[in-house]
């Protein structure tokens, strides 16, 4: 066993000589304490804090929409700022591996919250099987799976389905993003669900009409014994102003 360490030792120092590992934002070569983001990067940041702050944006954006314990995103997503990186590299370019890693960040916030420590289940915002099939992987999958991880809560991914392709919210208005996912979530399996305090992890919130559509959908199939807490690693600015 020591030999096939050292093997595997030697293979990733040639790795990181050839391929050397870089920031997920700023494309600097980390350093080997480093994970996918360097200190600085980390360090500027454009952090919510929300998890700790009951009352927030977020929080206030499901107010007379759907009943919600608790609500947060980690960081600002600002558009064509080095921050959109983040997303557009595991959503885009197939490095699921930084999704994971920044759920696993994401998820020591949420296990040293109060509002976010009896989380029961993990539920990611499922993609339509032929976006799956064009993406290779659900990114919010390996978000969810990071964070489990950290907060010690088991992930489902079989218990809700995305049943129609809709179209990306990219490109839409405020309004055109609530009609387009207005009932395209169906709830396969309820018992997996009924009676817990789910979390419904997504990579962006920007409206909250998809977090709001997966969440009435589970509280429906459930009759209402259900609690829903939503968490999204990033969240538009243009959400905390009004839209």
């Known amino acids: 066993m020591s030999i096939l360490r050292d093997i595997?030792?030697?293979?990733?120092?040639?790795?990181?000589?050839?391929?050397?590992r870089t920031c997920i934002v700023c494309g600097r070569v980390l350093?080997?304490?480093?994970?996918?983001?360097?200190?600085?990067?980390?360090?500027?940041m454009p952090l919510t804090n929300f998890s700790k702050e009951r009352n927030n944006p977020i929080m206030r954006l499901f107010e007379n929409v759907i009943p919600i314990e608790s609500a947060t995103a980690l960081?600002?997503?600002?558009?064509?700022?080095?921050?959109?990186?983040?997303?557009?590299?595991?959503?885009?370019?197939?490095?699921?591996?930084?999704?994971?890693?920044?759920?696993?960040?994401?998820?020591e916030e949420l296990r040293d919250s109060e509002n976010f420590?009896?989380?029961?289940?993990?539920?990611?915002?499922?993609?339509?099987?032929?976006?799956r099939l064009m993406r290779g992987y659900n990114q919010s999958e390996q978000l969810a799976l990071g964070m489990g991880r950290k907060m010690g809560v088991r992930c489902e991914f079989r218990a809700v389905r995305?049943?129609?392709?809709?179209?990306?919210?990219t490109s839409k208005s405020k309004s055109e993003r609530w009609d387009n996912v207005d009932d395209i979530f169906e709830v396969r399996d309820v018992e997996k669900?009924?009676?817990?305090?789910?979390?419904?992890?997504?990579?962006?919130?920007t409206t909250g009409a998809t977090m709001s559509s997966c969440a009435t959908a589970i509280i429906r199939a459930c009759e209402g014994d259900v609690r829903i807490s939503v968490a999204s690693l990033a969240a538009s600015r243009r959400m905390a102003d009004g839209w």
């Open 8 to 20: 595997s030792g030697v293979l990733l120092d040639v790795a990181s000589v050839v391929m050397p």
């Open 31 to 44: 350093m080997e304490s480093e994970s996918c983001m360097c200190i600085a990067c980390r360090y500027n």
């Open 75 to 107: 960081f600002w997503f600002v558009g064509n700022s080095e921050w959109q990186r983040i997303i557009h590299n595991f959503k885009y370019y197939n490095r699921w591996f930084f999704a994971q890693k920044m759920g696993e960040w994401f998820g």
């Open 117 to 131: 420590g009896n989380i029961e289940l993990i539920v990611p915002i499922p993609l339509h099987f032929r976006r």
């Open 162 to 169: 995305r049943r129609s392709y809709n179209d990306s919210q």
């Open 193 to 205: 669900l009924r009676g817990r305090h789910i979390l419904l992890v997504d990579d962006v919130m």
